[in-house]
T-cell receptor
Framework: NAGVTQTPKFQVLKTGQSMTLQCAQD?????MYWYRQDPGMGLRLIYY???????DKGEVPNGYNVSRLNKREFSLRLESAAPSQTSVYFC???????FGYGYTFGSGTRLTVV | AQKITQTQPGMFVQEKEAVTLDCTYD???????LFWYKQPSSGEMIFLIY??????QNATEGRYSLNFQKARKSANLVISASQLGDSAMYFC???????????????FGAGTRLAVHP
């Protein structure tokens, strides 16, 4: 099925461990995004990639890095996980940059840092 | 300052009744889009409805309609004839097109959790 695929769906990390969240889309979208969702705070943008080869910080980038590997793939890396990074992470993509373009979301990754 | 405000953390409605979920937004741009997403307990984000700032008619998609009041900067979601499957978290979001430049992203409100009672 066409869409945005995120892996893994669930992950438990110990404080200080590292991991990479993978995201791939097969809709030929130019723009991709990583958000985190925390109770009472909605979704907050971590990083985005307007097009292949570019990445930029969003609202809450500290503690994260990203790689836009190619047009399809956009990964999020936690170098040294902290309990404050316990959250649900969503990858999304968008066909265009106009204000009329919404996002297609992946199914999310529930990350717990202990 | 909050760009998107959803003042109702939780709402409940009886099955088959209509319910309105509130959303107000803050922007100085003339061009923007407003979106509503549904997040059921399974966790995925499902697009429901879109309203552009230049659209003169309120958007409708099946049982969903968007009550767009531009002067008041509100974009309330109306769900008619509620069903048990409508129980979920609902997010209002906005995407701007700033003439001053900068990349426009989707900005989300905190969400409203709707419970539909039989």
């Amino acid at each position: 099925n066409a869409g945005v695929t995120q892996t893994p769906k669930f992950q438990v990390l110990k404080t200080g461990q590292s991991m990479t969240l993978q995201c791939a889309q097969d809709m030929n979208h130019n723009s991709m995004y990583w958000y985190r969702q925390d109770p009472g705070m909605g979704l907050r943008l971590i990083y985005y990639s307007a097009s292949e080869g570019t990445t930029d910080k969003g609202e809450v980038p500290n503690g994260y890095n990203v790689s836009r590997l190619n047009k399809r793939e956009f990964s999020l890396r936690l170098e040294s996980a902290a309990p404050s990074q316990t959250s649900v992470y969503f990858c999304a993509s968008s066909e265009g940059q106009g204000f009329g373009y919404g996002y297609t979301f992946g199914s999310g990754t529930r990350l717990t840092v202990v | 300052a909050q760009k998107i405000t959803q003042t109702q953390p939780g709402m409940f409605v009886q099955e088959k009744e209509a319910v309105t979920l509130d959303c107000t937004y803050d922007t100085s741009d003339q061009s923007y889009g407003l979106f509503w997403y549904k997040q059921p307990s399974s966790g995925e984000m499902i697009f429901l409805i879109y309203q552009g700032s230049y659209d003169e008619q309120n958007a409708t998609e099946g049982r969903y309609s968007l009550n767009f009041q531009k002067a008041r900067k509100s974009a309330n979601l109306v769900i008619s004839a509620s069903q048990l499957g409508d129980s979920a978290m609902y997010f209002c979001a906005m995407r701007e097109f700033p003439f001053s430049g900068g990349y426009n992203k989707l900005i989300f409100g905190a969400g409203t959790r709707l419970a539909v009672h039989p």
